[in-house]
């Protein structure tokens, strides 16, 4: 038997529910699909060279404003003014605004060799200054619109910056800029709209979100929802461990958290709730799922080709970074529901009712092939610019072979329409957040926020660390991860690498990391509150779960910034013994969360044996996965030491409280709650 698929209709109606992206009118349906289409050629022109267009793509800057004028327009038509206007008609103000944003992106790419050349955006015509402004007040509605009112308060505040520089406080006092000069510098330079966020998403990210659709599109999703259910669906918690599974590989595809949990989670979490496990229980399990794929190689979001771009190294070092941080979130994943599951005795699905592993694989070998030509090119051929496309030609290809998954006339729509509302909403979102990186280069504070934060500091790298991760969460919370950690990158970065002396990829993990908190942590937690209208749970009670079965995402930062070689950086040897000691710290530290640790059983039976037996594991926990020297002031032995020294009687006393309570020891059962 197979899994069924996934309704539809239903996933797109929640995710309406939650982007609050409006229907477009049958006459208009067909703009979506066209403009990814033209968006196509023009990427495959710069990228390859061809040629063809050389009328948009002859010069990189022409490039980018011609991405941008192609891509806002639709933001006007996707996204009402208010999540109220979902359902009405489009208004005829946005119509104007959507043609007044085509308009004017048309005058910047007609004159991008104007601007170029005579260096407009420090003296322009009056003309291209009444452009600016209005490029300048669009631009952030659109950003308002697709990533909601705290981005673009934070957005038009920082693109404000320059004009009132100098009277601002002390630290983020700097040089003032008038009006004009702020708006020319905003969409003619090369440092703000233009920036490095925009480069990024130009020059790798379509790519990636292409290949990332058409393999949803083309059955990949539901493949690997089918392979997960064939390899996991039988254990105990077998469906929790699918989501784990399936979400992992999902949102390394897509690259999206909220697009994870509608499309693996309409699967996962009703079998979650048929073999007994609790609606906010089920939400959490594929919230925490569905972050921690946007954090697995090889395809990890926007964020990371834009961190990439910052540390000036191949996308290829960013993703072999993050191979063992990403591992060890889902190891600590995994043991959490392991440990339910075994505590509250949940089995898994019967076997009859799983796909076989055999039939899966036949049906749809070729996908996992084409993800092994992706990774191949990116890690081996280090062209990750192309790669992408190389991978989705061939899947389209291969594609049409196969009776199931086969694409007709409907299909392409679908997916070019998909991919153009993706394309949208992040252009709008770093189109904007370009401004907050220019308004810090204007006026110079980019190059001297680092010393302030090290003097807020006082020079301690733990501070500066709590700091940097505080402020990431925060940010997180109101912004996007992507917004948040290019802002961090420009502003924080800097003063961990220069006064602490860190690692510039740790660094820059550790901000990613942060960032993503604000997913699964509340009162936001974005990706749990998802995963509740899936669930039909209580959206506060399922971002409690999450948090606690997330728990050791709050502490794997810290473990790859104190010793670098978590995430590659060192010998072999020295990047085995850490991995393999993290391993050991973080199951502990997941079975103490849960109060069941394999191979010894309940941590303890009755209220003050399991405290203190749960509390000596999660410490023991916690030494294993620190690394000791450096800043922490005990060396690695020491630590091992105090870990075995909490570790062997929480085993003792565990087993001891067993002993006891064996005669009158009663299956749990897990709460339901509703």
């Known amino acids: 038997m197979t899994t069924p698929n996934a309704p539809n209709e239903s996933t797109r109606q929640l995710k309406e529910k939650v982007t609050h992206i409006r229907t477009l009118p049958v006459a208009l349906r067909w703009i979506p699909g066209a403009v990814t289409v033209v968006l196509m050629a023009m990427t495959l022109d ?8 050389r009328f948009v793509t002859g010069l990189e800057t022409q490039f980018y404003y ?32 959507s043609l007044a944003t085509l308009v004017v992106g048309g005058y910047f790419v007609y004159h991008a060799e104007s601007i170029l050349e005579r260096g407009w955006a420090f003296a322009a015509p009056d003309t291209a200054i009444m452009a600016s402004y209005a490029w300048w007040l669009l631009i952030v509605e659109a950003a308002r619109r697709a990533g909601g009112w705290p981005i673009a308060v934070i957005v038009a505040a920082f693109s404000l910056y320059p004009l009132v520089a100098d009277i601002v406080p002390g630290p983020i006092q700097a040089f003032p800029s008038t009006l004009e000069e702020t708006a020319m510098y905003h969409t003619m330079s090369t440092e703000s709209i233009m920036g490095v966020p925009l480069q990024a998403f130009a020059g790798l990210v379509i790519g990636f979100l292409v290949f990332g659709v058409v393999l949803q599109k083309s059955g990949g999703g539901k493949f690997f929802i089918d392979l997960a259910f064939s390899l996991l669906g039988h254990v105990r918690g077998g469906p929790a461990k699918v989501s784990i599974f399936s979400s992992g590989l999902m949102g390394s595809m897509s690259g999206s958290v909220i697009s994870n949990v509608l499309t693996t ?38 964020t990371a080709f834009v961190m990439a771009m910052f540390l000036d190294v191949p996308y290829s070092a960013v993703a072999l970074a993050a191979i063992i941080p990403s591992i060890l979130y889902f190891l600590g994943l995994f043991i959490q529901i392991d440990a339910y599951a075994a505590r509250h005795d949940i089995k898994g699905l019967p076997a009859v009712e799983l796909p076989s592993l055999v039939q899966t694989l036949k049906q749809g070998w070729y996908f996992i092939f084409v993800f092994a ?45 998909s991919a153009a509302k ?101 009162p936001v937690a974005l990706g749990a509150f998802a995963a509740a209208t899936v669930a039909g749970a209580r959206p506060m009670a399922t971002g409690l779960q999450a948090m606690r079965l997330g728990s050791v995402i709050y502490f794997i930062p810290f473990l ?3 010793n670098p070689a978590l995430i590659m950086q060192g010998e072999p040897l020295q990047i085995g013994l850490v991995f393999v000691q993290a391993l050991i710290g973080i199951v502990l530290f997941a079975s103490a969360m849960q109060g069941y640790l394999i191979g010894v059983g309940r941590l303890g039976i009755g209220a003050v044996s399991e405290t203190v037996t749960r509390g000596l594991v999660l410490v023991a926990g916690l030494l294993f996965a620190l690394p000791g020297g450096g800043m922490v002031p005990l060396s690695q032995l020491e630590l091992f030491a105090f870990a075995l020294a909490a570790l062997v009687p929480a085993v003792l006393l565990a087993r001891w409280s067993q002993h006891l309570a064996r005669p009158r020891s009663a299956t749990l059962t897990p709460p339901i709650d509703s």
């Open 265 to 302: 989670g309409v699967l996962s979490i009703p079998a979650m709730r048929r073999i007994g496990m609790g609606r906010s229980f089920s939400g959490g399990v594929e919230a925490c799922a569905s972050t921690g794929g946007v954090l697995m190689p090889p395809v990890m979001g926007a």
């Open 46 to 53: 710069y990228l390859f060279n061809l040629g063809w267009l």
């Open 422 to 522: 993706l394309f949208a909403e992040l252009i709008a979102i770093l189109a904007g957040v370009g401004m907050l990186v220019g308004a810090l280069s204007m006026t110079g504070l980019s190059g001297t926020i680092a010393n302030d934060f090290i003097h807020i500091a006082g020079g301690s790298v733990p501070l500066l660390l709590i700091m940097g991760a505080l402020t990431s969460f925060v940010l997180g919370i109101g912004m996007t991860v992507t917004a948040a950690y290019i802002f961090l990158a420009v502003a924080l970065a800097p003063a961990l690498i220069q006064g602490g002396g860190l690692d510039p990829m740790a660094v820059h993990m550790f901000i990613l990391y942060w960032g993503m908190l604000s997913f699964i942590t509340p």
């Open 373 to 417: 030509l992706l990774v191949w090119m990116l890690l081996v051929m280090q062209r990750e610019a192309v790669a992408p496309f190389y991978a989705t030609a061939l899947l389209l290809v291969l594609n049409q072979f196969s009776r199931r998954n086969r694409w007709g006339w409907r299909e392409i729509g679908e997916a070019l329409s």
């Open 560 to 562: 790859f910034v104190l």
């Open 66 to 97: 011609a991405v941008v004028a192609l891509l806002l327009p639709l933001v006007y038509l996707l996204w009402p003014a208010a999540p109220s206007l979902q359902h009405r008609p489009i208004p005829w103000y946005d119509y104007a605004l």
